[in-house]
């Protein structure tokens, strides 16, 4: 199951060989350390180029973009919800 969350969220990412790699997000209080980065991709919001990157982190699988446009990263989804969503 999937549970849609669209909420900003705060990243720790670092650069490795030219690319952007998240490694831990807070999100309602809680800090999720990235285990596994699963898939990248590229889309427009407008005239920002925004990238999402599907993680995992425990058990659950997390849908994050950053918009950098905005400069702004946002929690778009969660699957698996074992973290009690």
Request: glycine fraction near 10%; charged fraction near 25%; aromatic fraction near 10%.
């Amino acid at each position: 199951m999937a549970v849609d969350v669209h909420e900003p969220i705060e990243v720790s990412a670092v650069f490795v060989r030219g690319r952007l790699k998240p490694v831990s997000f807070m999100w309602s209080r809680r800090h999720h350390k990235i285990s596994e980065i699963t898939g990248v991709y590229k889309y427009s919001a407008g005239t920002s180029a925004c990238y999402g990157y599907t993680v995992r982190s425990g058990d659950d699988l997390y849908e994050i973009s950053l918009n950098t446009g905005e400069m702004a990263w946002r929690l778009e989804r969660i699957h698996g919800c074992e973290s009690g969503v």
